[in-house]
């Protein structure tokens, strides 16, 4: 039995029910403020004012609309996963930190408006994931930093302000946020370990090494006895 595989499926279930139960919790509020005719947008972010900093911590919960909610419910539902399932031991960590901090930065930086939405973490967990790529250099690594860009590279401009309505200081506050866990959780997970065949490779060319090295040595000493 294949316990490596067995262990990995295990935790692929496990990250897919967290993950699904966020989501879910995302729609429940939605359909809430739709059965009861109630909208809870004062909740989220507005900047500089003390009856808007608790937004920090509900703003990604609610969105303006099932518009809104559905536009980032698939990529974040993609993301979260990838986070969680590929990047275990800091992925809890990043998700807090770009919370907290993709929030402070629109209310302390951002225009008078009420900010919501999950956006902020989505592309904290974009940024993130990209840029672990790049400082960790190994291929699982550079393989998702890859398939994120592929996927979802076109989401860069959301970080410009080009509509009113949408809370680029959220998008561009989450990007930054994610490059910083990036720098500072890159060695955080440990790395992937080499496989058989690799292994073989490097102790036949560590062996092909020391077999040259030792030929080298008879041939000098047989060098220095003819003379």
Known sequence: MDYSNNKGDKRALKVLIYTSIFIFVLWCIKIIELIFGVE??????????LNGILGIITSPLLHSDFSHLISNTGTLFVLMFTLFYSYKKSALYVTIIIWVITGLSVW????????????????????????????????????????????????????????????????????????FCAIIFRNFDDYERKYEWEEEDDYD?????????DNNIDNDFNDFSKN
Do not use: C, D, M, N
């Open 40 to 49: 809870f947008y004062q909740a989220g972010i507005y900047p500089r004012k």
């Open 205 to 213: 060319e560590e062996s092909s090494e020391e077999e040259a090295e």
């Open 108 to 179: 302390i930086f951002g225009r008078q408006a009420y900010h919501i939405g999950s956006s902020g973490i989505l592309y904290g967990y974009l940024s993130y994931l990209f840029f672990l790529g790049i400082f960790r250099k190994e291929p699982k690594a550079i393989a998702i930093s890859l398939l994120i860009t592929f996927l979802y590279g076109g989401l860069v401009w959301g970080i410009l302000p080009t509509k009113p309505e949408i809370s680029f200081e959220s998008h561009l506050a989450g990007f930054f946020s994610g490059l």
